[in-house]
């Protein structure tokens, strides 16, 4: 979700991010900011004035991740509707052999 609201080249105030994301902790986006930031996705960029101001942008790698995702947004979107998928067969049971 962070990534997605950090796209394009946006650059989004921790309290922004907390806002965009429903349900998310301070504590959750804390860790996930840090271990984005520790793998060289995001980027944090602290301003030092009164009150402190700190933002977030991705870094150009971070960046590279948008076709993957993308790509992963058109999986999701092209899902089977529930009634589809009772018509679709269990991918975890076995395969019938044909009959010869």
């Given amino acids: 979700m962070i990534l997605f609201h950090l796209f394009g080249g946006r650059i989004m105030r921790f309290s922004d991010l907390e806002r965009?994301?429903?349900g998310i902790s301070?504590?959750?986006l804390i860790q996930q900011l840090r271990q984005m930031e520790g793998d060289g996705i995001v980027r944090r960029i602290?301003?030092?004035?009164v009150p402190?101001?700190?933002e977030?942008?991705?870094t150009d790698w971070g960046q590279d991740l948008c076709p993957a995702l993308d790509a992963l947004l058109t999986w999701a979107a092209n899902r089977p509707a529930p009634d589809d998928a009772a018509d679709t067969a269990d991918p975890g049971a076995p395969a019938k052999?044909?009959?010869t």
């Avoid at 602290?46 to 004035?49: C, G, L, N, R």
Wanted: no cysteine; glycine share 0%.
């Fill in 20 to 22: 965009a994301i429903p």
């Fill in 97 to 99: 052999m044909a009959e």
């Fill in 56 to 58: 977030y942008a991705l």
């Fill in 46 to 49: 602290v301003h030092h004035q």
């Fill in 26 to 28: 301070q504590k959750m």
């Fill in 52 to 54: 402190p101001k700190v």
